[in-house]
């Protein structure tokens, strides 16, 4: 059954560290990957997402991911975190399992200390 | 462009109890989603609506839970009993597009917290 893998659930960092989230997942075929966040209080939305070409997309905040096909792996990115930064990012992923499915992993809690 | 709402917020209520959440999808918007997310975890599709029609509902504990979207616009989801273990938050989500290619953004709403005591 198709799985997505977020292998930290809580990270803490300082100010203008760098960020680097890890996202797996097991599906062999064609994938449509996302980065959802969730800052304190409000909805979740969508911080990038990825279905073909570059396989480095930006994002919005200055956040970027990197999809690498063999590896299975669709990790966020962000060179200087902000206080701000602190949320909940969950990867997505949608594939053709008989429909479209998107399937989310568990999340990783993110606090950027000032 | 408003976003996605949902009723209510909170609701505690005690085992065996029935409850029933509501949302209104961004107008325009045919697939609607709603979602389980239990502490900890990350959300879980329990059924998708492309206008009024069920596109998938192969998660939903159908022996107490039910949804519907009879105009194609807004849903109800209802959980008859409910279980301690249906303690989490529902979450409802719309994306515009009609195909189904999934490459799509989904909008969600704030959420409604359950808490079955």
């Known amino acids: 059954a198709q799985s997505v893998s977020q292998h930290n659930h809580h990270v803490i960092l300082s100010e203008a560290a760098s960020l680097e989230l890890g996202c797996n997942y097991s599906?062999?075929?064609?994938?449509?990957l996302f980065w959802y966040v969730q800052y304190p209080g409000q909805h979740l939305q969508l911080l990038l997402k990825?279905?073909?070409?570059?396989?480095l997309v930006k994002g919005i905040k200055g956040f970027e991911a990197e999809f690498i096909k063999s590896k299975f792996s669709f990790n966020l990115r962000k060179p200087s975190v902000q206080w701000s930064d602190t949320a909940e990012y969950f990867c997505?992923?949608?594939?053709?399992?008989?429909?479209?499915?998107?399937?989310f992993g568990a999340g990783t809690r993110l606090f950027v200390k000032a | 462009e408003a976003g996605v709402a949902q009723s209510p917020r909170y609701k505690i209520i005690e085992k065996r109890q029935s409850v029933a959440f509501w949302c209104n999808p961004i107008?325009?918007?045919?697939?609607l989603y709603w979602y389980q997310q239990i502490l900890g975890q990350g959300p879980k599709l329990l059924i998708q609506?492309?206008?009024?029609?069920?596109?998938?509902d192969s998660q939903l504990p159908k022996d107490r839970f039910s949804a519907e979207r009879l105009k194609g616009v807004d849903s109800t989801l209802k959980i008859q009993p409910a279980k301690l273990e249906d303690s989490a938050v529902y979450l409802c989500?719309?994306?515009?597009?009609?195909?189904?290619?999934?490459?799509?953004?989904?909008?969600f709403g704030p959420g409604t917290r359950l808490t079955v005591l």
């Open positions: 989500a719309s994306r515009s597009k009609t195909g189904t290619s999934g490459r799509d953004e989904q909008f």
């Open positions: 599906y062999g075929g064609t994938v449509n």
């Open positions: 990825y279905f073909s070409g570059d396989p």
């Open positions: 997505a992923v949608n594939a053709n399992t008989g429909g479209f499915k998107t399937i």
């Open positions: 107008s325009g918007h045919a697939t």
């Open positions: 609506f492309q206008n009024n029609g069920v596109v998938d």
